[in-house]
């Protein structure tokens, strides 16, 4: 079992923020955020509350990014060295890992999993850990990128060389073993680190942005990069195999449908909610139900119920104290299903939740901040993905061996 691990970051104060006068209300302190606001506090009334002025969350990992010359600035090199290295050391265990930025637009999503030419973002710190790092001896390793967006509830492939035609939309399935998938997806073998940015460079490239309100060069779509990555070896003489998927997701801002936008912007505006409204359902649901399966194995000792009755479920029924689980509602939006083992299932997942540091966006990232502060509790069950292989008769067979990690 592990739970969802949560950072917070937040970004400097943009130049529109600077203009309207550059009030910062966010602070942090080793693993806590408080935030505070502003309207309430011009309020000369003693009987607010102090809770009400101050909101105050904990997570795993905060990193204050505000200002790049200070002391106390988190750089992009540190955060790769905290969720980075992790999701490496992961990966070369043979666990899934994902890793996802939520937050509003403009709040830095983009910069810390993709970074600038100047200031390298995680993903291609994570391609290059992967070359450098992950060829231990003995073994051959095998690593295959693919990496699409969902844009208006539909899936696009960014690898695949656009030709005259439109791209025709990716269907998402569901294999009964291995879970969601995007059919006709384009998988690319890669040896080195160049072949890798080189695909991560065109798929950005190939990435759906807008100006928005607040954002000149907003991303209008969820980006997911995958890794797949297979490491083989030979244990006594018998071929043995390891396999870990990296999913990388950089989703799209939540900004308020505004009506002087024109309409197309709104209808988007609405498709990238559905996914992330139901992401935020997902989230809530995923961490009810691991809030009360832990609650109901301290009281009953209740013993471990299929993965399929807790949080990979599609239908809702009893736990051990006799209450009912929340329904899991992942195919209401392509990116909860496409994160369903992500979110509640085989995977270890890390989420960076970014936000501004102005009094302008107080309710956005107070909103961010209930978000992500939800998710991390929620309790996967991530496992080793080994397949042994074992003679029988003289063939080789795979061998059903995947053992658990102990919680
Ligand atoms: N930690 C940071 N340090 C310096 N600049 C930052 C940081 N975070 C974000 N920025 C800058 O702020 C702007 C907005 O960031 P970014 O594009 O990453 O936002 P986003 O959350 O991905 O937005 P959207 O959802 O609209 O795509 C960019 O110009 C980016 O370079």
């Not at 009964?176 to 080189?198: E, F, I, K, M, N």
Request: hydrophobic share 35%; net charge neutral; proline share 4%.
């Amino acid at each position: 079992m592990a739970n969802v691990r949560v950072a917070v970051r937040v970004r400097p104060l943009s130049a529109r923020e600077r203009q309207d006068g550059g009030r910062i209300i966010v602070d942090m302190d080793d693993k806590q955020v408080r935030i505070r606001n502003m309207k309430v506090d011009r309020r000369v009334d003693a009987h607010v509350d102090a809770r009400e002025r101050l909101l105050e969350f904990t997570f795993d990992f905060c990193y204050w990014s505000l200002d790049p010359e200070g002391p106390r600035h988190a750089s992009q090199e540190e955060i790769f060295q905290d969720l980075g290295v992790s999701v490496l050391s992961a990966a070369e265990e043979g666990y899934n890992v994902c890793l996802f930025a939520y937050g509003q637009t403009g709040s830095g999503k983009t910069y810390t999993m993709m970074g600038t030419p100047d200031s390298m973002g995680l993903t291609p710190r994570i391609c290059q850990g992967l070359f450098r790092d992950l060829e231990p001896e003995g073994q051959s390793c095998r690593v295959e990128i693919s990496f699409l967006e969902i844009y208006n509830e539909r899936v696009r492939d960014l690898l695949r060389t656009a030709d005259h035609k439109k791209p025709t939309p990716l269907k998402v399935r569901e294999h009964p073993d291995t879970g969601p998938y995007v059919q006709g997806l384009s998988q690319h073998l890669v040896s080195d680190y160049r072949q890798a940015v080189v695909l991560l460079e065109k798929g950005i490239a190939n990435r759906i942005t807008a100006a928005t309100h607040v954002h000149d060069g907003s991303s209008r779509s969820h980006a997911i990069f995958s890794i797949q990555y297979t490491q083989a070896s030979l244990e006594n003489g018998l071929p043995s195999e390891i396999s870990s998927k990296i999913n990388l997701v950089d989703l799209a801002g939540s900004e308020r449908a505004d009506p002087n936008f024109c309409r197309d912007r709104i209808t988007e505006g609405a498709n990238i909610n559905k996914s992330l409204v139901t992401l935020g359902i997902v989230i809530s649901a995923l961490a009810q139900n691991s809030q009360m399966f832990s609650s109901c194995q301290s009281i009953n000792s209740v013993t471990s119920e299929g993965e399929g009755s807790f949080a990979g479920s599609q239908s809702s029924s009893l736990s051990g104290g006799g209450r009912r689980h929340c329904f899991i509602p992942y195919r209401d939006s392509v990116l909860t299903w496409l994160l369903k083992d992500s979110l509640g299932g085989n995977s270890k997942t890390i989420m960076i939740a970014t936000i501004s540091p102005s009094c302008g966006s107080y309710s956005e990232t107070a909103s961010t901040l209930r978000y992500a502060g939800h998710a991390r509790n929620i309790v996967n069950k991530p496992r080793v993905n080994e397949v042994r292989r074992h003679r029988v008769f003289g063939v080789i067979r795979p061998d059903k061996s995947i053992p658990d990690e102990p919680s």
